[in-house]
């Protein structure tokens, strides 16, 4: 079973930066693919970004996030610049052993999640 708590969240105003973190309690954390969604209120939850070595991001994010992660440290990092008001959402980490699907923006295909945290852009 692999624990994921998340951190970092908060409100800042548009324009601004924020950063999450994701540690993983687990004992291979190099062999998990790692992923940031999000659900925005009334929304369905969003893929944003994930990693397994290389990185992938959804169109909405890219060139202003920007995921890395730390196989040492057994974390994942999002690292939000240019934030809008519409990237307002709970953001989640999810992990999934890597190759089990190509599929990484799936949110159905991972199969541990944390809590979540919020985070909130003001215009």
């Known amino acids: 079973q692999v624990q994921l708590v998340e951190s970092g969240g908060g409100l800042v105003q548009a324009g601004g930066s924020l950063r999450l973190s994701c540690a993983a309690s687990?004992?291979?954390?190099?062999?998990?693919?790692m992923g940031w969604f999000r659900r925005a209120p009334g929304k369905g939850r969003e893929f944003v970004a994930a990693?397994?070595?290389?990185?992938y991001y959804a169109d909405s994010v890219k060139g202003r996030f920007t995921i890395s992660r730390d196989n040492a440290e057994k974390t994942v990092v999002l690292q939000m610049n240019s934030l809008k008001p519409e990237d307002t959402a709970v953001y989640y980490c999810?992990?999934?052993?890597?190759?089990?699907?190509?599929?990484?923006?799936?949110?159905?295909?991972?199969?541990?999640w944390g809590q979540g945290t919020q985070v909130t852009v003001s215009s």
């Open positions: 999810a992990a999934r052993y890597i190759g089990y699907s190509d599929n990484y923006h799936v949110s159905s295909t991972y199969k541990n």
């Open positions: 990693t397994d070595g290389n990185s």
């Open positions: 687990v004992r291979s954390f190099s062999s998990f693919t």
